[in-house]
């Protein structure tokens, strides 16, 4: 009877076993394919979406992190979103972005005003996964984070929860008229709005709301960099990584000068000095009108300076100040927190032009005498420079053949030259680990370089490596498929894919090594400065400790 009884009672625990296996099967199936969240403003639906690998995801698309920032709040810091009843639709995207100049035809305006959405994507809506915050760049004035540009599916893959987010771009985002009513950074407020509301809701979609990595590249990355030193965003991120584009670029921090802003509005029919008046009129104006007229008020010099009329500024008079300091002073309250930072050896190849290369000469005094005026030197410090430069670039002569050597010498001084000495400053200041890298893979994959320029020379350019870390949609058109297993191109993008959520997951990019992350990628230090050479066989090298072995 006993035997009975114990036989009875194991086979009905097995059968509950069983009943409880099937209801798990089935609250996930229907989670997957039914996946609905409620956050504070209202309950949402999201989609299944597969992945160009074959698995699938779910997605959440354009969900309203902030108010539509028209009418009277054009130009203000982003407000709360309103709440809504019933479900939310968010399975399919429509491709938001803010209002832009078309990258090919600058005559055409395209996106809308109310683009302060983000969009979420998970493999799963339990568990408490690490999270991957992107910042699409575009020099504050083009991109947008969406679905139909940039999709997440090579990092999804590695189990993090990805989310990408616009923010306002242009006169939009970053309008300055040094004054309360309009200073500036509209568009790095909106991040940290939607970083806000991640710190808020991310737990609702399978991530972990204390794990959260900002990443970005080019203007991307400098906004990232710009979140790491606001005190605003202090506490809404644990890891940031820097891609091409740091606060320390002589291009990335106050373009959005107020003469400029002025001037926009004169364009557009009011020559008011008064900025409360301009911001008023400013509001009154078809955004298109606002868009088209941006290339009307830099001078050709600020044109042939940087061609970037809208940027980051400090704000100390602003109201509510992101970046209330001098950028010298912001460095040194930088967050503690871990940092991936790098640059590609051919960053200039998107941005070379006849002007650079049918007159090196000229331009490369320019870009001496910029570089010069960087690194805070003296006019017998700069002749030492000059004379440096030749020897380390152009072997002692420079020359109209040595196109190669310009193009790496214009890059490390828009980008690498400033990450470095960023680098060798920051381990001074904190214990905080820095991995650095320099990425040199030149693969088959189609970069945003190949739909802005013709490459002069073989390199790795601008944002080269975003095309193995997001499947980056218009360059896919014709090569829909992801890199094929057993290429260099498919080793590139699981490595990088790898380090970048290893990073993600644990603050170390080599946490966990296999046949892709073969080797201990070791964080710079006071005593050496070691980075990455992320090639098709990526080795640890170390920085010289004089940059530009000056004497």
């Known amino acids: 009877m006993i035997a009975v009884q114990t036989q009875f009672m194991f086979c009905t625990h097995s059968l509950r076993r069983r009943h409880w296996g099937v209801v798990m099967l089935v609250r996930a199936w229907s989670t997957m394919n039914e996946p609905i969240v409620t956050i504070k403003q209202g309950k949402l639906r999201g989609g299944v979406q597969k992945s160009v690998f074959g698995n ?46 078309r990258k090919e035809q600058t005559v055409d305006v395209i996106g809308q005003e109310d683009c302060l959405y983000l969009n979420v994507y998970t493999n799963s809506l339990s568990e408490r996964k690490p999270v991957m915050f992107w910042i699409h760049g575009g020099a504050y004035q083009i991109g947008s984070g969406s679905f139909v540009e940039y999709r997440p599916d090579y990092l999804v893959a590695k189990d993090v929860v990805v989310v990408s987010t616009n923010y306002r771009l242009g006169a939009f985002g970053f309008l300055n008229l040094g004054h309360k009513s309009a200073p500036g950074n509209q568009g790095l407020k909106d991040v940290i709005a939607a970083l806000q509301w991640v710190k808020e809701n991310i737990a609702n979609f399978g991530g972990d709301p204390n794990n959260v990595t900002i990443f970005g590249a080019s203007a991307g990355g400098v906004l990232a960099h710009a979140l790491a030193v606001s005190p605003r965003a202090q506490g809404l991120f644990h890891k940031a990584i820097m891609q091409s584009g740091l606060l320390t670029c002589p291009w990335s921090l106050n373009q959005s000068k107020p003469e400029r802003c002025f001037r926009l509005a004169k364009v557009l029919g009011n020559d008011s000095t008064d900025p409360e008046d301009v911001v008023q009129y400013l509001r009154t104006v078809d955004a298109n009108d606002i868009v088209k007229a941006v290339d009307r008020i830099l001078t050709q010099q600020e044109k042939a300076d940087f061609d970037i009329p809208f940027g980051l500024n400090t704000d100390e008079m602003a109201e509510n100040p992101v970046l209330p300091f001098p950028l010298e002073e912001m460095l040194t309250k930088e967050a503690r927190v871990p940092v991936i930072v790098g640059y590609a050896s051919h960053e200039f190849l998107m941005f070379a032009n006849e002007a650079s290369t049918k007159k090196p000469t000229e331009f490369l005094n320019f870009q001496m005498k910029r570089l010069a005026s960087l690194m805070n030197l003296g006019p017998d410090e700069s002749n030492k420079l000059f004379k440096a430069i030749e020897n380390t670039y152009f072997d002692g002569k420079i020359g109209p053949e040595k196109i190669d050597q310009l193009v790496r010498f214009v890059s490390d001084v828009y980008f690498g030259i400033p990450a470095k000495l960023y680098v060798q400053d920051r381990v001074k200041r904190t214990s905080a680990p820095t991995y650095f890298y320099v990425y040199t893979y030149v693969g088959n994959q189609k970069t945003y370089t190949d739909m802005f320029a013709d490459r002069i020379v073989k390199g790795a350019s601008h944002t080269d490596e975003m095309a193995y870390l997001l499947y980056l949609c218009p360059l896919k058109l014709e090569d829909p498929e992801p890199p094929a297993i057993g290429t260099k191109d498919r080793a590139t993008l699981e490595r990088l894919t790898r380090m970048w959520t290893n990073f993600g997951k644990t603050g170390n990019p080599t946490s966990s090594l296999d046949e892709y992350v073969k080797d201990i990628w070791e964080p710079a230090t006071e005593d050496k400065i070691k980075y990455l050479d992320i090639s098709d066989e990526p080795a640890l090298l170390s920085m010289k400790s004089n940059i530009l072995n000056l004497n």
């Open 56 to 101: 699938s995801f779910i997605a959440f698309h354009e969900i309203p992190f902030a108010a539509p920032p028209i009418g009277e709040l054009r130009f203000k810091d982003p407000q709360s979103p309103a709440p809504w009843t019933g479900i939310k639709e968010t399975a399919k995207t429509s491709g938001i972005r803010g209002t832009q100049l």
